[in-house]
Structure formats: structure tokens, C-alpha cells
């Protein structure tokens, strides 16, 4: 019998993510009842999972409620970010399982209240930190976890966030200010952080960190730059961050995430018309932002292992690149084109079986000629060489987004599913405040004191 879920939030996250897995899976899932106060995004989704009126709410409270009478097995909270904790303290009275998307909290006062209801109610929660579930990532566990490359040292993640990404969401969207929503570095990268704790295996020693709002300013605008691009900017031909450019002109043939942010008219006179007046068309330079353009982060562990996570905003490309060197490898990979590379040290060193990955290419290297092995993750339709193809974060979070959801049905079935730890997974986000603490505070934290 398929899992009844009650959704809250029918947003990007809640409904083109969560929500379309269950509609296009109904012997495993269906959308039993949905929760936002937008109508027009509450119908949508309701209409598409025959969804009673009766169990279509604008008010997500309401929806948790009267969980038992619709008869849910679960929950999947796409909230805002500040709804996240109080959503899922509520829920977890029920009993039910829940599926949180990230972040799980925005302030640590919050996260730790949820941790520890958490404790003790034994409750089951999965928190929507995709890149654990994707074939990238998990190829390249496998190889650090049957000791390829020996003892794990060094760790190096770089999230290209892509120019228009960041406009979008950390200048003109939600994500922008830290009083509405959270810092960068949780709000974003805590999927990275999440990452450097998976692979360390244990909470760290110490957090470094620095960064700040370096261009996203209104000094830096053109001169003449008004409030809005549609106000007759000066800088319209030359400017990358112009609106119209991108959610027009560049995404003409979209009507899901990000233009479906703009309203509910997604056509072009439609799009324009909410460009005019509303966040999504406002200059770059003259937004209410203030959330940081660029940041670098060092974390070390008490095993010895030392990472670093470095995110900007001004990259081409949108994707994450890894490099981990060990006692007897090195790894090197980019998630957009999910291609790694290893380098063996060992005259004697094999490459394990990888069910996620396929080999493409092998060769030597000098001086020593060690064995080098170029990897591919996923599917061989899935390759994307380094062109003109879409980005990660337009299709699905290359595949992790699927993963995560079927993960956490397949639990709730009964079947085998990735064992989620919740607790690090909370650690990503302690790391992420921790960060933002030694940004400010221009120091190191020190674990312990956090």
C-alpha cells in the first residue's frame, strides 16, 4: 500500500521535488494532504494528487493536526527556512516519520531544541542533504572506505555557485538576508559540510572561517543603476546579473524552478510584468542583501584529517569540485560532469567494485608510473562533458534528489535504505554556525565550546 504523505510547503522543494516523486510513483507513494498559504501553489499540487478539498490547508499546523484522520504515514516539511523547526517539533508529537528539508534550523538555539526532542522521542528523521545519495559521492565513499587510498588526509571541496545562481537566491531571493533567513555558508553549503563530516566519520576539533559581501554592494552599481533592471538601467548590455536576461530571455522554455518563484503567469508578458516591481527583478547592487558573496572555511578533525570548503559566487559553471589525498591515493572529481580521477600510489593497490560508477579510462603516470583510473558515477546516459549542458541544479541535484526521497519511502516500506545518522547530519549545520562564529569573530572555534 502506498505511504500517505502529508506535505508542507508546496514551493520548489515540496512540490517539484518531493511532491512529483510521489505523483509519478503512486504504487509507493501518494500526496494524502497539502499545507501553504499560497493557493494557487497548494491547488496546484493538490489538484495533481486528487488531493480532497478537505485536506488542503493554508495553514500547515492544521495539516499536522489532523494527521491521524487523514491517515498519514509520514511528513515532508519544505517550509521556509525559520518554519523548519517548529513544523517538525509539532510533528514529531505525532510519532510519524519526517522528512525535514535543509536547513534543519537557522539559529543554533533552534537546532539543538529539535536535537534533542529528537533523543527523546527515538524520532525517525531524514534531512534533505541529497549529496549523500548521489552516485558521485557515494562511488567516491566507497573507495576512501575500502582503503584505496589509505588513510584519508586531506579534504578540499569548492562549491561554484554559479553567477546567476547566486543573484537568484542569495541576492534577490529568499536566501539573501540573514534576519529572514540564515548565513550563507548553512543555508548553501552545509550540504558540504555535511559531506566533510560523512568522510571524517566524528565531530571535528576546531572551525576557521572567512569571507564577506565583497561585490553585491550599492557602491559597485553602474552609475545610473536604478532599483529595478526594467527601469531603464544604463548597464543593461553589459551587466551579467540583468533579470530579463535570464528568466526571459535564458529560460524561455522553463516554467518550473526558478520561474515559477516570479508567479503564477509564466509567460513572457507575465514574467516581464513581475520583474518590474518584484524581487526577482531588482538591481543586484540595490537589493536588501547581506548574506556573504564568497567564503572559505577550514575544519580540522581529531583523527588528523583536515578539510576545506571554499564557495563563491562569481564561477561559470555551477557544480562542486573534490580532491582527497590519502597515505596511498589521491581523488580528484567534478559532480557536474560526474567524472573523478584516482591516482593508486601502491605498486600493488586495486581499484574495489564501484555498483555506482564505471571505469572510462586507465593509465600511468611518471615518474613511478602508479596506476591512475578515470571513473564516471551513474548511468553512462548521465555523462556530461564539460559544454553546454544544463547544470546540477537544474536537474534534480544530479540525481541525489530522487535518491533521498526513495531512500526514504524504501524505509518506510521496510526495505534496506542508506542508514541516516541524524545526529551528523545536525553536525553540518553546528559546523556552519561555528563557521560563521570564527568569520566574525576572526577567530578559531574550538569544538568543545560550541
Not at 262 to 272: Q, Y
Amino acid at each position: 500500500m502506498a505511504i500517505r504523505l502529508g506535505i508542507l510547503g508546496a514551493g520548489a522543494r515540496g512540490s517539484d521535488t518531493y511532491g512529483r516523486w510521489a505523483l509519478t510513483r503512486p504504487d509507493r507513494a501518494a500526496v494524502a494532504a497539502v499545507a501553504d498559504p499560497v493557493p494557487h501553489r497548494r491547488n496546484q499540487l493538490a489538484d495533481a494528487g486528487r488531493v480532497p478539498d478537505e485536506h488542503r490547508y493554508p495553514d500547515w499546523r492544521d495539516l499536522i493536526a489532523d494527521a491521524a484522520a487523514i491517515g498519514l504515514d509520514a511528513f515532508v516539511i519544505a517550509l521556509p527556512d525559520r518554519l523548519h523547526v517548529p513544523a517538525a517539533l509539532a510533528a514529531l508529537e505525532t510519532g510519524l516519520p519526517i522528512l525535514l528539508e535543509k536547513p534543519a534550523a537557522t539559529i543554533p538555539e533552534d537546532l539543538e531544541a529539535l536535537a534533542s526532542a529528537a533523543r527523546d522521542r527515538k524520532a525517525r528523521i531524514w534531512i534533505g542533504h541529497v549529496m549523500r545519495y548521489q552516485p558521485f559521492w557515494l562511488a567516491i565513499r566507497r573507495l576512501v572506505d575500502e582503503g584505496a587510498i589509505g588513510r584519508l588526509v586531506t579534504m578540499r571541496v569548492e562549491e561554484h555557485i554559479g553567477f546567476w545562481h547566486f543573484a537568484h537566491s542569495y541576492v534577490r531571493g529568499n536566501w539573501r538576508n540573514l534576519a529572514a533567513s540564515s548565513p550563507m555558508v548553512l543555508a548553501k553549503t552545509c550540504h558540504d559540510l555535511d559531506m566533510i563530516r560523512w568522510f571524517a566519520g566524528e565531530s571535528p576539533a576546531s572551525v576557521s572561517s572567512a569571507g564577506s559581501l565583497a561585490y553585491f554592494r550599492p557602491e559597485n552599481a553602474p552609475e545610473g543603476a536604478p532599483g529595478h533592471c526594467l527601469d531603464g538601467c544604463p548597464a543593461a548590455g553589459s551587466c551579467p546579473f540583468y533579470a530579463p536576461r535570464y528568466y526571459v530571455e535564458a529560460l524561455a522554455d522553463r516554467d518550473g524552478w526558478p520561474v515559477a518563484l516570479l508567479g503564477d503567469d509564466a509567460s513572457p508578458e507575465g514574467r516581464l510584468a513581475a520583474l518590474r516591481r518584484g524581487p526577482y527583478g531588482r538591481c543586484v547592487f540595490h537589493s536588501d542583501n547581506d548574506v556573504v558573496d564568497h567564503q572559505q572555511t577550514v575544519v580540522a578533525f581529531p583523527g588528523g584529517l583536515t578539510a576545506t570548503l571554499s564557495t563563491s559566487a562569481f564561477t561559470g559553471q555551477n557544480t562542486r569540485t573534490v580532491r582527497l589525498t590519502g597515505t596511498a591515493g589521491e581523488i580528484a572529481g567534478n559532480l557536474r560532469t560526474g567524472r573523478f580521477e584516482v591516482d593508486l600510489f601502491s605498486p600493488t593497490a586495486a581499484l574495489p567494485e564501484l555498483p555506482e560508477a564505471r571505469i572510462g579510462a586507465r593509465f600511468t603516470r611518471p615518474p613511478l608510473g602508479h596506476r591512475v583510473f578515470e571513473v564516471h558515477a551513474g548511468p553512462a546516459e548521465a555523462d556530461t562533458p564539460v559544454d553546454g549542458s544544463p547544470e546540477p541544479d537544474h536537474r534534480g541535484h544530479s540525481g541525489g534528489d530522487e535518491a533521498l526521497i526513495d531512500a526514504f519511502i524504501t524505509a518506510l516500506e521496510g526495505g534496506e535504505a542508506a542508514a541516516h545518522d541524524l545526529e551528523a547530519a545536525l553536525d553540518s549545520h553546528r559546523m556552519a554556525f561555528a563557521a560563521e562564529r570564527a568569520r566574525l569573530e576572526r577567530r578559531t572555534i574550538l569544538w568543545e565550546a560550541t
